[in-house]
């Protein structure tokens, strides 16, 4: 049974602060995973933090075993092959935690080591640091190293997730204040979504 004494029942809102929250620390410490990403993958893998694996196994990521020795559950994954279509693998062992902050830390940790075969860069090393959240999602998907079997994975990071709930919004880090007198002049956000661009407008 899980240990934690995180609130595991929270709305989509909620949910989204409390991973950011953990994400930004994060990123300020070690710079590995940009926090809208982090946050993207945890509500989209997660779906908020409702998932079996986020209620049973306190994992908002769905990261195998892969060399992991704490914790684990056992489940069937829904995998999609590279011709497109689906298979169901029985009786995956899955990273568990003790807590869904100890979940968000494992999984930077994983995407900023994580090798498969004797390569000497980790798999997704182009994603460590990286503080543009298109280019970080796109390293995510290399086509050698794909994160999630899912072909529409990245596109749906960034739409869906990203862009949608403002998600960039956790990687400002810096707040300074402008001179006495002065204020800062921002244009108002790029998407790569016309969608989202249009109901941001909406939003002013």
């Known amino acids: 049974e899980p240990t934690t004494k995180e609130n595991h029942n929270m709305s989509k809102n909620d949910f989204i602060e409390f991973v950011g929250e953990i994400a930004r620390r994060d990123w300020i410490e070690r710079k590995l ?3 809208s990403v982090v946050i993207a993958q945890a509500i989209k893998e997660s779906a908020s933090g409702t998932s079996e694996l986020a209620q049973k196994a306190n994992a908002l990521f ?3 075993k892969n060399g992991w020795t704490g914790k684990t559950y056992i489940k069937d994954a ?3 092959n590279k011709d497109g279509s689906y298979r169901t693998d029985k009786n995956v062992e899955w990273r568990a935690y003790d807590s869904w902050e100890e979940s968000i830390i494992d999984h930077n940790t994983y995407i900023a080591t994580r090798k498969i075969g004797n ?3 980790p798999n997704w090393y182009n994603v460590i640091g990286e503080e543009s959240y298109v280019l970080a999602v796109q390293h995510l998907q290399d086509a050698q190293f794909a994160y999630a079997t899912s072909k529409t994975y990245a596109e749906s990071l960034i739409r869906d ?6 998600l960039t919004r956790f990687d400002v ?6 001179p006495e007198g002065t204020l800062y002049v921002v ?3 790029a998407y790569k979504y016309k ?4 109901a941001f407008q909406r939003r002013l």
């Not at 997730?161 to 403002?166: P, S």
């Not at 880090?173 to 402008?178: G, Q, S, T, W």
């Open 119 to 121: 390569q000497t860069e």
């Open 187 to 189: 244009q108002l956000g």
């Open 78 to 80: 829904s995998e999609q």
């Open 161 to 166: 997730y990203i862009e949608k709930y403002n």
């Open 173 to 178: 880090i810096e707040d300074d204040v402008a």
């Open 195 to 198: 969608s989202n661009a249009l």
């Open 62 to 64: 769905g990261i195998k």
């Open 33 to 35: 995973v940009l926090p």
